[in-house]
């Protein structure tokens, strides 16, 4: 069995029922053919979101990513009374699960896309299940596995080669990348992201449906996974705050601010530990950082400058990305007007004396964050996160995600609701 096309699935994997209609109505007149009820919206509205779709989008497959485990009739009776015409049921399920929900599904109506999400070996798990009678297979990459830059073409050659029914690819697919999706066998390209967080989801439709069709689309710098020396340019993109989210506001310096509002730096940590007053250290710590490293000194809060305007020449000069001093810096006028982003907790006009004691590329605190050599510092006018350097590509790509998020909400408040409304604050509040 085939498909006539390839088909442009959009995952609704939002919260509200509302947003999911808007989104929906916008990715169907983009061109979109098949409309998903996500897990998110489906945990967070049951079956009324798939009932609403079908009122909605009469001439659309509705598909109901119920992702079950277990009493799979049970689950996809559920979902196909309410109005589903896919149901989706994971790989890792046993056998009977899977076959009693294609059974349920011929009762009432409804094909079984089986999820290979979790599946070590996902071709031969395809022709198992292919064996079992489902409809579909779905190559799946999380979108937590997708921070970490992983992607699902590979394993979707593999699989397509092994069975005869339609193979859906899903994790990270924009309009850059599905083409390639198409020309490696998938027959149903499922795209959440690069729709649902667009401020105009019809466009991002359509871009997609060109690019199914061998059109090459750009995607801009959003909705692009950064690897490797791309990590620097992913963080000057987004704010500290989006990277603080990203986290889970872990990272945040505390009383840390910019000398000069405007400023932004982005850098690897070159760390420094001296003591009040003293700027013997931080000086020499210039010489041996790096070109777009971010000089980092512990000075232990204290209100003695030891740091001014020609220590910022010299790191000018020498490539430093930026400076953060928990402590005092001076010369706040000639650094202002130089534009480089300097950071400190305290200024002070009086320098102390260059005594030399400290260290160099030490673990420090600074804003009562552990800062080590090479983690990654980012700053800006809302003040200095630091992120993990083995976690550095993960939130990079998670504080993305978080920028591209607030792009849509942005859109819908421009567009009459308040921020209460977008989000349904109050049925939300947490329940004590």
């Known amino acids: 069995m085939r498909l006539d096309s390839p088909v442009l699935q959009v995952a609704l994997d939002v919260i509200h029922l509302k947003r999911a209609l808007e989104i929906a109505g916008e990715a169907v007149k983009g061109g979109a053919d098949w409309v998903e009820a996500g897990t998110p919206l489906i945990k967070s509205e049951g079956m009324d979101a798939i009932r609403e779709l079908k009122k909605r989008f009469q001439g659309r497959v509705i598909v109901a990513d119920m992702k079950a485990m277990d009493v799979g009739g049970v689950e996809v009776e559920m979902a196909a009374r309410a109005g589903a015409s896919v149901v989706t049921v994971m790989g890792a399920a046993d056998d009977p699960t899977i076959k009693e929900a294609v059974l349920s599904g011929e009762k009432y109506g409804a094909e079984v896309m089986v999820d290979l999400l979790g599946v070590e070996d996902k071709a031969r798990r395809a022709r198992e299940v292919e064996e079992l009678g489902v409809h579909y297979l779905c190559v799946h990459v999380s979108i937590d596995a997708q921070m970490k830059g992983k992607n699902p073409f590979k394993e979707l050659e593999e699989v397509r080669g092994t069975t005869s029914i339609p193979v859906a690819v899903a994790g990270g697919i924009t309009a850059e990348t599905a083409g390639e999706a198409v ?214 790509n998670r504080a993305m995600d978080v920028r591209e998020r607030e792009n849509r909400y942005r859109e819908e408040i421009k567009r009459g609701r308040t921020l209460s409304e977008v989000l349904e604050l109050e049925e939300w509040e947490k329940v004590t």
């Not at 959440?192 to 059109?215: C, H, L, T, Y």
């Not at 990272?251 to 530990?273: D, S």
């Not at 480089?340 to 004396?353: D, K, L, M, T």
């Not at 605190?365 to 993960?394: F, H, L, M, N, T």
């Open 183 to 396: 020309r490696e066998g998938a027959e149903i390209v499922i795209v959440g992201g690069f729709i649902i967080k667009s401020p105009d989801a019809s466009e991002a439709a359509r871009a997609v449906k060109e690019a199914m069709k061998g059109v090459k689309v750009e995607s801009g710098i959003f909705y692009h996974r950064y690897r490797g020396e791309e990590i620097r340019k992913a963080f000057r993109l987004v704010s500290a705050p989006n990277v603080a989210d990203a986290q889970h506001r872990e990272g945040a310096m505390v009383g840390i601010r910019p000398i000069r509002m405007g400023l932004k730096f982005a850098g690897p940590a070159f760390t420094v530990k001296t003591i009040d007053g003293d700027w013997a250290k931080p000086v020499e710590a210039i010489e041996k950082a790096h070109p777009g490293d971010v000089i980092v000194i512990d000075a232990g809060g204290g209100h003695t400058a030891i740091w001014g305007e020609l220590a910022t020449w010299s790191a000018r000069m020498k490539g430093i990305a930026g400076v953060v001093v928990d402590g005092a810096v001076r010369d706040v006028d000639d650094i202002s007007a130089m534009g480089f982003p300097v950071f400190s907790r305290n200024i002070s006009p009086h320098a102390g004396e260059p005594k030399g004691y400290g260290e160099i590329g030490v673990e420090v605190v600074c804003g009562g964050v552990k800062v080590r050599p090479g983690d990654w510092v980012i700053g800006d006018d809302s003040g200095v996160v630091v992120v993990p350097k083995e976690r550095a590509e993960e939130i990079a």
